[in-house]
């Protein structure tokens, strides 16, 4: 019996039960959760200002839709403007959704500024942007499209961090430059130094919009509000989702007054902005949207960064990649899938990505106890592996 559609690799876990960064099952097993809904459960499991914001808001109203004034739209896009360097915010309901509004908004800007020539976008590979098909045309992994195509024309692809090569690919048909400031899915890559300011000097430049991608680093998750925030590169655009609603499915797309091209018939989303998910995101920035709270999270990411980088020295050729409490393990296609494994056995939820990087993005909340409870399962799994593979007679005698 398989009513629900394959689209998805799941493991042999299913939660039904979470509390601060734990995850339990029906079984009596508990996991220690240290990739909270791939960077999406933003203050864990059950916190209680998100339930108790969710539940009185489900009583009061959960959705009446964007035909009329919804008061709470209005606070929370305040909270976010007055966080940020931006004026204006559309909400949807998903990290795709608000990569097509940024597509959509620089393109009408593009054409009614400059006219129809200049539509076109320029991405980077391993980017990932979503699976509609604005986001997928503008995702520079060709896997993901085989059997997919056409797609949306109009986008160009640079080698990440090669700023030489994106400045010979910008011209008058650029009407933005669109980038995550940290790539999530493509393997958690941080791009050289000077490279995202190399693109808002090109974009001036050219008069494109430079949009940032902060599906995955955003609202908090680097220990700044936005990433952008601790790179000091101001984009145009911003978009932001997972981490944003702490689980609760929202969306959002931001920008300056004057790139603001969407009117009225001009995009839309029935659920997008609605009091539910409006009443979740004002309980995320209650709690994110605090230097102590953001400072505390820079922290704790210093501390499992330093940790994991002593470990990688175990590893030939192992790195540590990130910023903040995204951090990518990159350990070889050889270890990589058997510390997963070995952290899996053991109750710890990470992620493998691209056979040979784990990703590590625990709740934001999450404690230094439990960051070092996690270390121990990290460090022993790491030994188990290479001392299997460096003396396999030992191991198999052990
Ligand atoms: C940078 C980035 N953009 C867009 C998306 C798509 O978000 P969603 O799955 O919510 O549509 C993701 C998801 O992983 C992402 O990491």
Same mark, same amino acid.
């Given at each position: 019996m398989k009513a629900v559609m394959e689209t998805y690799k799941r493991l042999q876990i299913a939660p039904t039960r979470g509390q601060g960064s734990w995850l339990f099952d029906d079984e009596g097993n508990r996991y220690l959760d240290f990739i909270a809904g791939i960077s999406t459960n933003s203050l864990g499991h059950g916190h209680p200002e998100l339930v108790k914001a969710v539940q009185e808001q489900a009583q009061r109203l959960i959705h009446c839709s964007n035909l009329y004034e919804i008061p709470l739209q209005a606070e929370v896009a305040e909270l976010l403007t007055g966080a940020t360097d931006f004026d204006e915010v559309f909400f949807c309901n998903s990290g795709t959704e608000s990569v097509e509004a940024a597509i959509k908004l620089a393109r009408k800007y593009a054409h009614e500024k400059?006219?129809?020539?200049?539509y076109e976008i320029l991405t980077f590979s391993r980017s990932f942007h979503g699976r509609t098909y604005g986001g997928l045309s503008a995702t520079a992994q060709p896997a993901l499209k085989e059997g997919f195509?056409?797609?949306?024309?109009?986008f160009a692809y640079a080698p990440f961090g090669d700023l030489e090569t994106a400045r010979t690919m910008v011209?008058?048909?650029?009407?933005a430059i669109l980038v995550e400031p940290i790539q999530g899915e493509g393997g958690v890559n941080v791009p050289p130094e000077g490279f995202l300011g190399g693109l808002r000097e090109l974009c001036d430049e050219h008069e494109a919009l430079l949009i940032f991608?902060?599906?995955? $680093?955003?609202?908090?998750? $680097?220990?700044?509000?936005?990433a952008y925030q601790g790179v000091g590169v101001v984009p145009d655009v911003l978009t932001s989702a997972k981490g944003l609603g702490g689980g609760v499915p929202v969306g959002a797309m931001m920008t300056r007054e004057e790139y603001a091209s969407l009117g009225p018939g001009n995009h839309g989303s029935t659920f997008g902005g609605n009091p539910l998910a409006m009443a979740a995101v004002r309980a995320v920035l209650g709690v994110v949207d605090n230097p102590e709270f953001l400072e505390e999270v820079r922290f704790k990411g210093q501390v499992l960064k330093n940790a994991l980088e002593k470990l990688a020295e175990?590893?030939?050729?192992a790195e540590v990649r990130g910023e903040g409490l995204l951090i990518g393990l990159e350990l070889g296609p050889e270890v990589a899938p058997r510390v997963f494994e070995y952290c899996l056995e053991n109750g710890l939820l990470v992620n493998l990505i691209g056979g040979s990087t784990i990703r590590l993005a625990p709740?934001?909340?999450?404690?230094r106890t439990e960051i070092r409870y996690a270390l121990d399962f990290f460090r022993s799994g790491v030994s188990a592996v290479t001392c299997v593979q460096n003396e396999p007679e030992m191991a198999l005698s052990a």
């Amino acid at each position: 019996m398989k009513a629900v559609m394959e689209t998805y690799k799941r493991l042999q876990i299913a939660p039904t039960r979470g509390q601060g960064s734990w995850l339990f099952d029906d079984e009596g097993n508990r996991y220690l959760d240290f990739i909270a809904g791939i960077s999406t459960n933003s203050l864990g499991h059950g916190h209680p200002e998100l339930v108790k914001a969710v539940q009185e808001q489900a009583q009061r109203l959960i959705h009446c839709s964007n035909l009329y004034e919804i008061p709470l739209q209005a606070e929370v896009a305040e909270l976010l403007t007055g966080a940020t360097d931006f004026d204006e915010v559309f909400f949807c309901n998903s990290g795709t959704e608000s990569v097509e509004a940024a597509i959509k908004l620089a393109r009408k800007y593009a054409h009614e500024k400059f006219g129809p020539q200049k539509y076109e976008i320029l991405t980077f590979s391993r980017s990932f942007h979503g699976r509609t098909y604005g986001g997928l045309s503008a995702t520079a992994q060709p896997a993901l499209k085989e059997g997919f195509g056409p797609m949306l024309e109009g986008f160009a692809y640079a080698p990440f961090g090669d700023l030489e090569t994106a400045r010979t690919m910008v011209g008058p048909q650029t009407a933005a430059i669109l980038v995550e400031p940290i790539q999530g899915e493509g393997g958690v890559n941080v791009p050289p130094e000077g490279f995202l300011g190399g693109l808002r000097e090109l974009c001036d430049e050219h008069e494109a919009l430079l949009i940032f991608d902060e599906v995955q $680093t955003g609202a908090g998750r $680097t220990g700044h509000l936005y990433a952008y925030q601790g790179v000091g590169v101001v984009p145009d655009v911003l978009t932001s989702a997972k981490g944003l609603g702490g689980g609760v499915p929202v969306g959002a797309m931001m920008t300056r007054e004057e790139y603001a091209s969407l009117g009225p018939g001009n995009h839309g989303s029935t659920f997008g902005g609605n009091p539910l998910a409006m009443a979740a995101v004002r309980a995320v920035l209650g709690v994110v949207d605090n230097p102590e709270f953001l400072e505390e999270v820079r922290f704790k990411g210093q501390v499992l960064k330093n940790a994991l980088e002593k470990l990688a020295e175990q590893v030939p050729g192992a790195e540590v990649r990130g910023e903040g409490l995204l951090i990518g393990l990159e350990l070889g296609p050889e270890v990589a899938p058997r510390v997963f494994e070995y952290c899996l056995e053991n109750g710890l939820l990470v992620n493998l990505i691209g056979g040979s990087t784990i990703r590590l993005a625990p709740p934001l909340t999450v404690s230094r106890t439990e960051i070092r409870y996690a270390l121990d399962f990290f460090r022993s799994g790491v030994s188990a592996v290479t001392c299997v593979q460096n003396e396999p007679e030992m191991a198999l005698s052990a």
